[in-house]
């Protein structure tokens, strides 16, 4: 017998894997603020490369959670900005947050423990 809780187009597992990449997340926290140009949101992340933020926003970009806008100036102007689906992720991404800055020292703890 199977259940449809595991298949790949379950909506959970979507959600899941959306939240599972720290970059998706950490845009989408970054770009609560408002719409941001590529170069300040490199700024305002640290350890993030032009590529993977680019590849980053087109994700999520693809999964609606973020809008791409175009200026026609010269120079071309880009920016970025959360769209009303995006902003419904900042209520869990913050929960996740708030249990990382809670247990973070407890998880670190134990892969210290486990890593001798």
Known sequence: MTTDAYLADCRARLAFDLLSNTWN???LWVLRDGPARP???????????P???TETL???EFNGL?????FAEAPPRVEYE????????LGPIDAFGAWA????????????RNSR
Do not use: C, P, Y
Request: aromatic fraction near 2%; hydrophobic fraction near 45%.
């Open 82 to 89: 959360l769209t009303a689906l995006g902003r419904t992720l």
């Open 58 to 60: 087109r994700r999520l």
């Open 66 to 70: 973020v809008e791409r806008h175009a």
């Open 51 to 53: 590529k993977v933020l």
């Open 101 to 112: 800055f809670e247990h973070g020292d407890e998880v670190m703890a134990a892969q210290d």
């Open 25 to 27: 997340a950490v845009l």
């Open 39 to 49: 170069g300040e949101l490199r700024e305002r992340i640290g350890g993030i490369s």
